[in-house]
């Protein structure tokens, strides 16, 4: 920052869209502040301590609402990392390019997903036939069965946009597609729609499906045999501050838990951003903020037009999810299912729960994803489906011995006023603690350690609370990425704020130096891609 706080670039809000395009600009030699009203980076997909988590919900939160809890307190709690919003990264894709293209995959860590379930209406568990070897290897499914499943897997991992297949079906219900052109049973629908595409309900079309479909085939393989791996200590909130840590290296400024007191004009013009409780204004040529910021400004800000490539639609669904996030200290049973052996590698020394495992019993699952198809439980939703996402200690995000399950459930056509989360998720909390492991005693239940309840709402539809006099922006450049809906699919959060940020870096490149992107722009100059190209070591320097 010079003396008199002048920068290119101020961006409110580290959420991991902010944070991506924040190291992306800092990498190509903009001067940059990046500023959060909140004392911790990734905004509404914050990575937090347990205390940090009881402080969150008795904060008011924009995009957050309908809190209950078991509880304040827990032994160990600040070996918790848990995550106000969480996802998967598909092997494949625009946030795992982005992750090795800046150098910040080597701040953390990453674990593959073990296992990933479907929830039958029997009250069973059964496993997700993503590959050839699943369904050669799978007893339950018939021959014939095994021979239409393998034809649509073919279809859907290919090229299938012109095939005769797809005609006439784009917008057709992925579910109805699935058993009306491929002749597939209730159960393979089930397990396709929801567990491999990840529909969110029986409504969605089949051509996006398709699309979420072909990405996580293509995942598959890369890392292990499951296309989807999980971060380290909460994943996308440490992946954030991992793309914050990057700019920060390049120069950028980070000033965290302080409000926008307001944005005024100046006579340069600039834009001059004054904060509550800090004795300096920081001026700024073009301003980046997240939606949550969105009534700092009368003016229209521009928004980079999303990628005519990109899967992921600004139509995306816009209603609210209930969310739970349940800490239990016995491990999940999903029956006879065995650990694919490329999934079974352990990155660390096997848990206390491992090495005292009897004989053939079911493997301890670290990670899994447990999908609750629409009318899977007679007391849950018919009109959507409920994800369960499992992480213990080997993501550490928690002690020894626990595990932290993550319930989401979205909530369509309720309205302004959706429901109380507790009552809408208890089915499936009650349901995914029923598959605990059993002890010497049968009769005593799991019980969570904790459990906390929410609604996360779309960012536009809740306040931005000031802590001041609304300001008054003047029509200068104001980049706002179109807010992602809470409700995108599990994997797809994360590859939707790469796309993003890379849309958000290239129009603020187009803003503050528009020469950089001319064909005859100087070497030093131009700017030719997001990440510039990461220096080659030589044999013995260290990393």
């Avoid at 990453?110 to 059964?126: M, P, T």
């Avoid at 085939?217 to 989807?228: D, E, H, K, V």
């Avoid at 939703?381 to 996402?389: H, I, R, Y």
């Avoid at 990440?531 to 260290?542: F, K, V, Y």
């Amino acid at each position: 920052m010079d003396d008199d706080g002048a920068f290119d670039v101020v961006v409110l809000g580290t959420g991991l869209t902010e944070s991506i395009a924040a190291a992306a600009l800092a990498k190509a030699g903009f001067k940059l502040a990046h500023i959060d009203r909140n004392p911790y980076y990734g905004a509404a997909e914050a990575s937090l301590s347990f205390d940090e988590l009881i402080q969150w919900q008795d904060t008011p939160n924009p995009g957050f609402s309908s809190f209950s809890r078991s509880g304040d307190t827990i032994e160990q709690a600040r070996a918790y990392s848990i995550s106000l919003s969480p996802s998967l990264i598909p092997s494949t894709g625009p946030l795992i390019d982005a992750l090795v293209a800046s150098g910040v995959a080597k701040y953390g860590g990453f674990r593959l997903i073990e296992r990933v379930c479907v929830y039958d209406v029997s009250g069973a568990v059964k496993p997700v036939p993503g590959s050839k070897e699943d369904i050669f290897k799978n007893k339950e499914i018939s021959l014939v069965d095994k021979r239409r499943l393998m034809r649509f897997l073919m279809f859907a991992a290919g090229e299938f946009e012109d095939k005769k297949e797809l005609e006439g079906h784009t917008n057709t219900p992925f579910p109805d597609y699935l058993k009306t052109v491929f002749s597939l049973n209730v159960q393979m629908t089930n397990a396709i729609a929801y567990a491999l595409a990840y529909c969110l309900s029986p409504t969605d079309p089949t051509l996006p499906a398709l699309h979420r479909l072909r990405r996580y085939l293509r995942s598959t393989g890369r890392y292990g045999a499951n296309p989807f791996l999980v971060g380290h200590y909460g994943s996308t909130g440490e992946i954030a501050q991992g793309f914050c840590r990057t700019a920060a290296v390049s120069g950028a400024v980070y000033i965290l838990g302080r409000e926008i007191e307001g944005v005024v004009p100046a006579s340069d013009p600039k834009h001059i951003v004054r904060l509550v409780d800090f004795p300096d204004p920081l001026s700024c040529s073009l301003i980046i903020s997240s939606a949550s910021y969105s009534s700092l400004t009368r003016a229209t800000p521009v928004v980079p037009p999303p990628s005519p490539s990109s899967p992921f639609s600004s139509s995306s669904p816009k209603y609210p999810v209930a969310r739970c996030i349940a800490i239990i200290d016995r491990p999940l049973s999903l029956g006879d299912l065995t650990v694919p052996e490329a999934a079974a590698e352990k990155e660390s020394a096997p848990t206390s729960d491992e090495a005292h495992a009897p004989p053939g019993a079911p493997p301890v699952l670290d990670t899994a994803v447990i999908v609750f198809p629409p009318s899977s439980l007679s007391d849950g939703s018919s009109t959507a489906a409920a994800t369960v996402l499992l992480t213990g200690e080997g993501t550490m995000s928690c002690p020894r011995g626990k595990w932290i399950l993550y319930i989401a459930l979205p909530l369509p056509g309720l309205g302004e006023v959706p429901p109380d989360p507790r009552t809408s998720l208890k089915p499936y909390l009650d349901a995914t603690l029923a598959l605990a492991s059993p002890t010497s005693d049968p009769g005593i239940p799991l019980k969570p350690l904790f459990s906390s309840f929410y609604i996360q709402q779309h960012p536009t539809d809740a306040p931005s609370p000031l802590r001041a006099e609304e300001p008054v922006v003047p029509a200068l450049p104001h980049l706002t990425p179109a807010s992602l809906p809470p409700v995108l699919a599990l994997p797809d959060a994360g590859d939707a704020a790469a796309v993003q940020a890379e849309a958000v870096f290239w129009e603020a490149v187009r803003i503050l130096r528009p020469s950089a992107l001319q064909p005859d722009a100087d070497e030093e100059v131009a700017i030719t891609a997001l990440w510039p190209a990461m220096e080659i070591r030589e044999e013995g320097e260290d990393d």
